[in-house]
């Protein structure tokens, strides 16, 4: 633990340290630290769906940093690798949502699994709200780029963190 | 010298020892190493969708996977130099592992299989790069591909619950 002594006694998390066990009582939680093969194969699905999330969202940022497929509006790219990417967040979010039931308590209390929800929950926001002001009309050069580097700046630093919560 | 002696000397190595023993370096080297999933197999798993004819199938193969190329390439340098460092540090550990060599095997059959399309089809890509149903070589090769890297993954993955 590298926050602060006594930080989740009197913060928002508090609060939320009941539901984390509630969440670690749930049947799948049981079984799930049960099962000798239930967390590997959970997390083997977790990273099918992660490099796949994470191609398609190079993808669109590659294209924004002007680095590949140049011919092709980014409206064009954006919509085109829109589909892979958010059955990627599906996978991900399902089998990441499996793994955090069998340890919640675990992950109450690892600075690491913060970090990657608070980065998870801004990556999904601003994919929603640039991915349609990207396929709906030509943005300056300037933006494109912004918008990419704050993209992979999102991404990677919840898939950094997440991969951290094994860690810390 | 056996190939067992030979991990053991490099697992024994000063470098591998340093690597295994460090507290921070073998855990970023291992977080590069899975991470840059994304940009080899990533997009490798997009370029092979548009050979099986469920992606961009309006575009020319050539523009998908000739864009794609470099940086897939790059993603597969830091893969195998990161993959290399952890070996150096695991590799008599990893020796005896089933799934570890399950993983070389798939590892080979997917190099196999890009070989022998870039060789074969890729070579001829000219006849067929604007069809939107892309020949049944090239399907396969898609699938193959698809297939073999998933299985990289899963058992490259089951190498760590295994020796644990």
């Known amino acids: 633990m590298s926050l602060g002594g006594g930080w989740h006694t009197h913060t928002l998390e508090a609060s939320l340290l009941p539901v984390f066990r509630w ?40 294209r924004l940093l002007g680095l590949i497929m140049n011919r092709h509006p980014v409206s064009d790219v954006v919509r085109a ?14 089998s990441g949502s499996l793994l955090f039931l069998t340890e919640a308590v675990k992950c109450y209390y690892n600075v690491a699994f913060w970090y990657k929800i608070s980065f998870l929950i801004v990556a999904i926001l601003f994919q929603l709200t640039a991915q349609r002001r990207l396929t709906a009309a030509p943005l300056p050069r300037a933006a494109l780029r912004a918008v990419a580097a704050l993209s992979l700046l999102l991404w990677f630093g919840t898939g950094i963190a997440g991969r951290a919560i094994a860690f810390v | 010298m056996t190939l067992l002696e030979l991990c053991h000397r490099l697992q024994d190595s000063a470098i591998g020892t340093a690597l295994l023993e460090s507290q921070y370096v073998w855990l970023v080297i291992e977080s590069v190493h899975v991470l840059s999933l994304s ?3 990533g997009l490798l798993f997009i370029a092979d969708l548009r050979l099986i004819g469920k992606f961009r199938r309006h575009e020319a193969v050539s523009d998908v996977l000739e864009q794609l190329r470099p940086w897939m390439l790059a993603g597969f340098a830091v893969m195998f130099l990161s993959g290399g460092l952890l070996f150096w540090s695991e590799a008599a550990t990893v020796y005896a592992s089933p799934w570890f060599r399950l993983k070389i095997l798939f590892l080979i059959l997917a190099g196999a299989n890009a070989l022998l399309f870039e060789t074969r089809l890729g070579r001829k890509l000219a006849s067929w790069n604007t069809l939107e149903r892309p020949p049944v070589g090239a399907k396969i ?10 299985a990289v993954i899963v058992f490259g993955r089951w190498v760590a619950y295994a020796h644990t």
């Open chain 1, 81 to 94: 690798a829109r589909p892979l990417l958010w059955l990627g967040v599906a996978t991900t979010l399902a």
């Open chain 1, 23 to 62: 969440f670690e009582a749930t049947g799948v939680g049981i079984y799930g630290r049960k099962s000798a093969y239930f967390f590997p194969v959970i997390e083997v699905v977790h990273l099918l769906g992660l490099t796949l999330l994470l191609g398609a969202v190079l993808m669109i940022n590659l």
């Open chain 2, 39 to 41: 940009l080899s197999v």
């Open chain 2, 141 to 150: 090769a898609g699938w193959t591909s698809i297939l073999c890297w998933t």
